[in-house]
C-alpha cells in the first residue's frame, strides 16, 4: 500500500521554473515505478515523465522532453520533477503515480495532484 503525497506547485510566469515533489509513505516504494501525469481542463489526463523503481532509466513525453526532468530518492521515499522554461500550455494539475509495470497504462496508486499554472 502507497499513499503519495504531491508539493511544489504554483503560479509561475512563462519560461520560469519549479519543482514538484511527491512523497510517499509505505516500505515498498523502492520496489514501483513511479510516474508523473498532468490534466489540463477540459482536457484528458496525459503522460509527462516516468522513472524505473532503480532511477536506470527515465521516459518523457515528446512535449516535455529537453524541459523536464524526472528523479527520485529511494532514501527519502520521493520522486521529483523538475520542470524548466514552463510555458503557459504546461498549465494542469499535475498528480504522481507508482506502477509495477511500465508503460503505465493502470496505474496502482495515484496521488491527490497539485496544480501548476504557468502565465503567459
Known amino acids: 500500500q502507497l499513499h503519495l503525497v504531491e508539493s511544489g506547485g504554483g503560479l509561475v510566469q512563462a519560461g520560469g521554473s519549479l519543482r514538484l515533489s511527491c512523497a510517499a509513505s509505505?516500505?515498498?516504494?523502492?520496489?514501483?515505478?513511479m510516474g508523473w501525469f498532468r490534466q489540463a481542463p477540459g482536457k484528458e489526463r496525459e503522460f509527462v515523465a516516468a522513472i524505473t523503481w532503480n532511477s536506470r532509466s527515465t521516459y518523457y513525453a515528446d512535449s516535455v522532453k529537453g524541459r523536464f526532468t524526472i528523479s527520485r530518492d529511494n532514501a527519502k521515499n520521493t520522486v521529483y520533477l523538475q520542470m524548466n522554461s514552463l510555458k503557459p500550455e504546461d498549465t494542469a494539475v499535475y498528480s504522481c503515480?507508482?506502477?509495477?509495470?511500465?508503460?503505465?497504462?493502470?496505474?496502482?496508486?495515484w496521488g491527490q495532484g497539485t496544480q501548476v499554472t504557468v502565465s503567459s
Open positions: 509505505g516500505r515498498t516504494f523502492s520496489t514501483y515505478h
Open positions: 503515480a507508482a506502477d509495477k509495470i511500465l508503460p503505465m497504462t493502470s496505474v496502482d496508486y
